[in-house]
């Protein structure tokens, strides 16, 4: 989806917690790298994900959201990448842009980064490497230009420790890392919000 979440002043709260969390995260903002926003269900992961998209260089561009843990395997990969004409029985006979296409230029927010398929995991590694991908079933690279932004309550290092979550692929999506407080690290924050 393609929402207009609003910049850092939709995020409710003026605790030391958060307003460090605010600091850190206008000044990441500013940076045009993969940004791996960590922290508990609830906690405002994709409003940080909006507001770092709104502070950036990119916000007259796109932002689109896919939530890797809503989405069954084979409909996230036609979801993110596309699909090619007659990918599949079903498929649109003009074929159809993913997500990444759609943003180019923009920002792409990568929501429970840690539900990811290691087959996707796999894709999107090789997406980070080079900026370029082809559609389910096509065989034409693509390039764009595009900033992956991730989210995930999980704890990536044991996942990655238990070979459930690519190390390379944390690396590359851990360049800039934020982690969001609980609201219980912050009771200030409880009235206005």
Partial sequence: Q??????????????PPLQ?????????AAVDAPLLITGETGTGKELIAHACHTASARNGEPFFALNCAAVPE????????GYAPGAFSGALRSG???LLELADGGTVFLDEIGEMSPYLQAKLLRFLNDGRFRRVGGDREIGVDVRIISATHRQL????????FRQDLLFRLNVLHLDVPPLRARPDDILPL
């Fill in 2 to 15: 393609n929402f207009d979440a609003g910049g850092f002043e939709a995020i409710l709260g003026e605790s």
């Fill in 20 to 28: 460090q969390l605010k600091q850190r995260a206008t000044r990441m």
């Fill in 74 to 81: 084979n409909l996230a990969e036609s979801e993110l990448f």
């Fill in 96 to 98: 159809k842009p993913g």
């Fill in 157 to 164: 290092e044991k996942m990655v420790a238990e070979s459930s």
